[in-house]
T-cell receptor, first 113, second 110 residues
Framework: EAQVTQNPRYLITVTGKKLTVTCSQN?????MSWYRQDPGLGLRQIYY???????DKGDVPEGYKVSRKEKRNFPLILESPSPNQTSLYFC????????????FGQGTRLTVV | GQQVMQIPQYQHVQEGEDFTTYCNSS?????IQWYKQRPGGHPVFLIQ?????EVKKQKRLTFQFGEAKKNSSLHITATQTTDVGTYFC??????????FGRGTSLIVHP
């Protein structure tokens, strides 16, 4: 089954404790991206990757890191989480970027206390 | 930078009434996509529009792309409770980065 898998689905952590949210897709897609969703603000792009070892900032990259060492995986790293990073995070992948259908993961609800 | 405004933010309707959400971009778009997110779920792709003036239909849903490729709309005829959710547009201009509207949450009262 074609899918984008995120883990964990829920995470509560403390300020400053490094964490990684994993994202994996099994569709051989080139383009992957991370979004955060906050009430009233819709989906805002954090980082995107057009292929292996190619990443770039989206609209709200501050406080986040990503890596794309393999085509299928695109982890999101929060080196020192802060409460304003409490949000619902979605990973998405698409075949060729923003002109093809994006498949979203199930989401990760992160709470930073 | 590119901005995509989506209105209204919320829409309450009685089951059977029609519903429309609108997206307007500050710049000309190469394409626009529409997604639906059910409560507690993740966004799911509905459709992509590419051509100026394009109109596409999916059963009770009608999608339009403006002649100037700066606006789009989604119209649902005779809403049903299964239509409940948040509808997002996502426009792509010259930056290759899709910009999502803030979404319109549709609430259908039986």
């Amino acid at each position: 089954e074609a899918q984008v898998t995120q883990n964990p689905r829920y995470l509560i952590t403390v300020t400053g404790k490094k964490l990684t949210v994993t994202c994996s897709q099994n569709m051989n897609h080139e383009y992957m991206s991370w979004y955060r969703q906050d009430p009233g603000l819709g989906l805002r792009q954090i980082y995107y990757s057009m292929n292996v070892e190619v990443t770039d900032k989206g609209d709200v990259p501050e406080g986040y890191k990503v890596s794309r060492k393999e085509k299928r995986n695109f982890p999101l790293i929060l080196e020192s989480p802060s409460p304003n990073q409490t949000s619902l995070y979605f990973c998405a992948s698409s075949l060729q970027g923003s002109n093809t259908e994006a498949f979203f993961g199930q989401g990760t609800r992160l709470t930073v206390v | 930078g590119q901005q995509v405004m989506q209105i209204p933010q919320y829409q309450h309707v009685q089951e059977g009434e029609d519903f429309t959400t609108y997206c307007n971009s500050s710049t000309t778009l190469s394409n626009i996509q529409w997604y639906k997110q059910r409560p507690g779920g993740h966004p799911v792709f509905l459709i992509q529009l590419v051509k100026s003036g394009e109109v596409k239909k999916q059963k009770r849903l009608t999608f339009q792309f403006g002649e100037a490729k700066k606006n789009s709309s989604l119209h649902i005829t005779a809403t049903q409770t299964t239509d409940v959710g948040t509808y997002f547009c996502a426009g792509t201009g010259g930056s290759y980065i899709p910009t999502f509207g803030r979404g319109t949450s549709l609430i259908v009262h039986p």
